[in-house]
């Protein structure tokens, strides 16, 4: 009770052998600490399509996640090159993927699509060429 | 049903984590070949058919706890793919049909009255 699980995990660009293990590790602790498993599967949406945005678009960078006993919080934030218009790229199906990325099945411009619907609470702040920070919310009696 | 019954069923080859095959019990199938989709559709239990073999399909059937991978038409699986889903503990299976044809033939088992 009161107890708050804080966790920092690095996500390197471009590699897709530890692609998604931040969001594999928050998914185990979810499940140890009796999340429901609905709430756990939407933390395990956002938190995935932010992680993979972050290896893809972002050039990589980390993710900080805080739990406490009614929620979990996730920052997510690289020093990429930014997103140039916040409400295009929120559009479902808009993509700038290459087609190496499209390949391997990414890129079908869901992502932040998904991220909003799966989470309680959704701010981004990105600037270009400064990088972009994901913030995301999950309420577990949701 | 068990992944493991559905692979005797459709004769499939059973090609990472065999020893899990008799105790994941399948819900349903769920085919796309997006991972976005694939990542938000699938339901726990679910086999999620597609044509990608890299390393990330493991880490979203772990992730959306899908009971396994089926991979159709025979397609290679790469050993360093097989490897990561033995870390994941997550089945994946092969077969020569296509998805199409795997969706019927998964769905047709599913609600047959047993
Ligand atoms: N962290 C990020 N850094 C830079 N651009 C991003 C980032 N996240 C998303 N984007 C931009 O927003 C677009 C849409 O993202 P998303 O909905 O996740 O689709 P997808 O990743 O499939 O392209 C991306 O194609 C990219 O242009
Ligand atoms: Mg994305």
């Not at chain 1, 708050?4 to 600490?33: C, H, W």
């Not at chain 1, 290459?98 to 990414?106: A, L, T």
Request: charged letters at 20%; glycine letters at 8%.
């Amino acid at each position: 009770m009161g107890n708050v699980v804080v966790r920092d995990y690095m996500i390197p660009a471009n590699d897709f052998t530890v692609a998604g293990e931040a969001s594999s590790s928050v998914r185990k602790i979810l499940t140890q600490l009796g999340v429901t498993p609905h709430a756990v599967k939407r933390t395990s949406i956002a938190m995935y399509e932010a992680e993979i945005n972050a290896v893809i678009h972002g050039h990589g960078g980390k993710a900080h996640v805080e739990i406490d006993e009614n929620k979990i919080f996730i920052q997510i934030s690289d020093e990429g090159p930014g997103i140039a218009d916040l409400e295009l790229a929120m559009q479902e199906g808009y993509s700038t993927a290459p087609d190496s990325i499209r390949e391997m099945g990414f890129g079908a411009g869901m992502g932040l699509s998904n991220i909003k619907k799966h989470s309680d609470l959704l701010k981004i702040d990105t600037e270009i060429n400064r990088g972009t920070t994901v913030n995301i919310t999950v309420f577990f009696n949701k | 049903m068990t992944v493991g019954e559905l692979a005797e069923k459709l004769g499939l080859e059973i090609m990472s984590c065999g020893s899990r095959a008799l105790n994941t019990a399948v819900t349903g199938v769920y085919s796309c070949d997006l991972i976005s989709h694939a990542m938000a559709k699938l339901n726990p239990g679910n086999v999620w058919i597609t044509v990608h073999t890299n390393l990330n399909v493991a880490a979203v059937a772990s992730l959306a706890e899908a009971s396994c991978v089926l991979v159709p038409e025979n397609i290679e699986i790469s050993g360093q793919t097989l490897e990561r889903a033995e870390e994941k503990e997550v089945i994946f299976l092969s077969g020569g049909k296509s998805a199409a044809r795997f969706c019927y033939e998964i769905l047709s088992l599913l609600e047959s009255p047993s």
